[in-house]
């Protein structure tokens, strides 16, 4: 069966700069489903104004729903997976995997918020559009992308991009061989998110 690829390969390529804060920050369970976490704090709403987490992140499960994501994909969807790998940047990642084995691609998002960060990080200068601006310097073959967010650039099959005082990723996940990704695809389900996530 079709397997996404680790969390710690999206959560770290964001936030290069803050290597130190990667290492030192706790990881929830990557299996935690959306439903667990809705119990937990979350929510399973529609949009980003009822999926709001109790750190002041939201939940991208909620936001960018399974249906969502399907009808982006043209293709059946796995059921999301909800991490949390907390402080320093309070930041969470949604994976959606894929639902049997003549699937190729699996879907990764994730957002960070101003909000969201702790008071020390907020306090030594740090905000989404920082972040956003510094995980620049890990893609230095990107490639701007227009329509999403304030700004948006893509590298490999990942879309980075930031609003107002969000940070978001939409990354493609494959398993072993898997070629072929969908560049328009990919910045179709990025728009989808930055129309849905908070400024």
């Known amino acids: 069966m079709f ?3 680790t969390l710690p390969l999206l959560l770290c390529s964001t936030l290069v700069a803050l290597s130190a804060a990667c290492s030192s920050g706790s990881t ?7 439903t667990q976490a809705a119990a937990a704090g979350g929510s399973q709403a529609t949009n980003a104004g009822d999926a709001k987490l109790t750190n002041g992140n939201v939940d991208p499960c909620a936001v960018l729903t399974k249906a969502d994501v399907e009808a982006v994909m043209g ?4 059921e999301p997976n909800l991490a949390r790998p907390g402080p320093p940047l309070g930041q969470v990642i949604c994976t959606y995997g894929a639902a049997a084995q003549t699937v190729v691609k699996g879907v990764q998002l994730s957002v960070v918020r101003t909000q969201s960060m702790t008071d020390q990080m907020r306090k030594q200068g740090y ?6 601006e510094d ?3 890990a893609f230095p073959t990107r490639q701007p992308v227009a329509g999403v967010g304030d700004d948006a650039y893509q590298s490999g099959h990942q879309i980075q991009a930031v609003q107002g005082g969000t940070q978001f990723t939409v990354g493609f996940t494959a398993g072993t061989g898997v070629t072929g990704m ?3 695809t990919l910045v179709a389900l990025a728009k989808k998110l930055s129309a849905k996530l908070p400024r």
Do not use: H
């Open 3 to 5: 397997r996404t690829s």
């Open 135 to 137: 995980g620049k310097l």
């Open 75 to 78: 293709e059946p969807s796995g």
């Open 127 to 132: 905000s989404a559009r920082r972040l956003y």
């Open 182 to 184: 969908d560049d328009a």
């Open 28 to 34: 929830a369970p990557a299996n935690r489903s959306a």
